[in-house]
């Protein structure tokens, strides 16, 4: 079930991707999941609070399209530091 606000607590954001709570949290360490839009937490100036997940912000970071923007900046800043050397 899905909050109004769009925000799921870490348990609700896992069985509703269908990923572990601890996959969750590699994404986010990773960066796949960029603190502010895809994740934030409850009380932010402290470290140790739960973290909320914004569903359609995951869902695109998650999905194909933003795997493939990614790739595709990537290589473009490669080719323009090759051109700059």
């Not at 990923?19 to 937490?41: F, I, K, Y």
């Not at 997940?53 to 493939?68: G, I, K, M, P, Q």
């Amino acid at each position: 079930m899905q909050s109004p606000s769009g925000w799921l607590s870490q348990r609700m954001a896992a069985d509703h991707f269908g990923l572990s709570e601890r996959t969750l949290t590699r994404l986010r360490q990773s960066g796949v999941l960029q603190a502010g839009t895809c994740w934030r937490r409850k009380i932010p100036s402290n470290p140790n609070s739960h973290v909320l997940y914004n569903v359609a912000a995951v869902d695109f970071a998650l999905s194909a399209d933003a795997r493939a923007a990614l790739i595709e900046q990537d290589q473009l800043g490669t080719r323009e530091l090759e051109q700059v050397r």
